[in-house]
């Protein structure tokens, strides 16, 4: 019996389509399970500083990231204007868990 689906290109196309989509839900796991990570390094810097009455936010520390993560970006070839608003979101969870730790 031959495979007719290697001289189909429509059967090769969802062939490469589900390789790319299983590619893809991986890559999203790892994403969710790092910020998850990220997470709970964030979480123990927020009780730090609260324990040490140090602001929630550090705009010096902040605007290195955002530059490091524009680098990082370039060199990634993924625009680094989305990866600065991803970062300043991100940035912005860290910093309203920050404040929760403060109250």
Do not use: C, W
């Amino acid at each position: 019996m031959t495979d007719t689906s290697a001289n189909d290109p429509v059967a090769q196309a969802a062939a490469l389509l589900k390789e790319h989509r299983q590619s893809i839900d991986r890559l999203d796991a790892i994403l969710v399970y790092t910020l998850g990570e990220r997470f709970k390094h964030t979480q123990a810097v927020g009780k730090l500083k609260a324990e040490h009455q140090l602001p929630p936010s550090d705009p010096t520390r902040e605007a290195a990231q955002i530059a490091r993560l524009e680098d990082l970006a370039v060199r990634a070839d993924l625009d680094p204007e989305f990866a600065k608003e991803f970062l300043n979101f991100i940035i912005a969870e860290v910093i309203r868990h920050h404040q929760k730790h403060q109250s």
